[in-house]
């Protein structure tokens, strides 16, 4: 009912489920002064729908694939922000698809070490098998790890697929693999085309959302590319400038490996 353009969204005072506090909003970070009544999250901090929306979009871009309090950074779990947010159904799919993205970027990038928890970036990204600066000091020994079943490392220090436990998979083949099929609107003659493909340059994991264009542009590298036939978007040859024609090959099946962005 407010006579600002900002289309804040309003708690229900009568919601028995919330539980209201007569407190500053800690989450108000631009100072608009919301309306909306003062709420508790789990942490204890407080929110207006509008200002945890913001803050959790702010979150969003800078590529965080947790949402978590301004203030005491506890993780907040999606749930709780969804109900906390008064997010429409539109603003959910959006939430959950850049967390998606954000963690599949991330997850090529860095990982913790399993001896001493301390964030790696891998150096070599055809090898699996990679060493801990810090471990290696602290035990006076050589400590490598598995970049894929973050365990410490079996097997000769050089392999590209996996590492002699016998619980190491690729979580993203098997993403890979198993991930639901999807239907293009208006891209003609596409069947079983799978929901998530790897990027053909980099690796990472990128889901399809907008089932208008068959064409997507990854996260983390930024090329484009054709979901259907993988080739980059220049390459694929359906009738050049339409987004929306037939590729000149088939759907590209499930991928079995994924590919390794050449280091320079
Ligand atoms: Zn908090
Ligand atoms: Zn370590
Ligand atoms: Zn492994
Ligand atoms: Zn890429
Ligand atoms: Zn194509």
Not at 61 to 87: P, Q, R, Y
Request: charged residues 25%; positive net charge.
């Amino acid at each position: 009912m407010g006579s600002t353009d900002t289309h804040e969204k309003c708690y229900n005072p009568q919601d028995p489920t919330l539980t209201f506090v007569d407190a500053d909003d800690d989450h108000d970070f631009e100072c608009d002064g919301y309306t909306s009544k003062r709420a508790k999250m789990s942490c204890g901090h407080t929110v207006t729908p509008t200002s945890l929306t913001r803050w959790c979009q702010r979150q969003l871009k800078e590529g965080k694939n947790k949402l978590e309090c301004g203030v005491c950074k506890t993780k907040w779990s999606l749930d709780e922000v969804f109900k906390m947010a008064l997010l429409t159904d539109e603003e959910k799919t959006s939430f959950e698809s850049t967390l998606f993205k954000n963690f599949a970027v991330s997850d090529l990038k860095t990982k913790s070490c399993p001896g001493c928890k301390s964030q790696i970036m891998r150096k070599d990204p055809k090898n699996l098998c990679v060493r801990c600066p810090r471990c290696t000091a602290d035990r006076g020994a050589a400590f490598d790890f598995c970049w894929q079943c973050l365990k410490k490392w079996r097997g000769p220090a050089y392999r590209s697929n996996r590492c002699d436990n016998p619980e190491c998979v690729c979580q993203a083949l098997v993403t890979l693999q198993t991930c639901k099929v999807i239907e293009f609107k208006e891209v003609k003659g596409v069947v079983d085309c799978p929901s998530i493909r790897a990027c053909p340059i980099c690796g990472t994991l990128v889901e399809h959302n907008s089932l208008r264009c068959k064409n997507v542009i990854c996260p983390d590298c930024k090329v484009e590319f054709c979901f259907v036939c993988l080739k980059l978007t220049k390459d694929c040859s359906g009738v050049r400038g339409s987004y929306y024609s037939a590729c000149a090959t088939q759907v590209a099946p499930r991928q079995t490996s994924i590919p390794v962005k050449e280091t320079i």
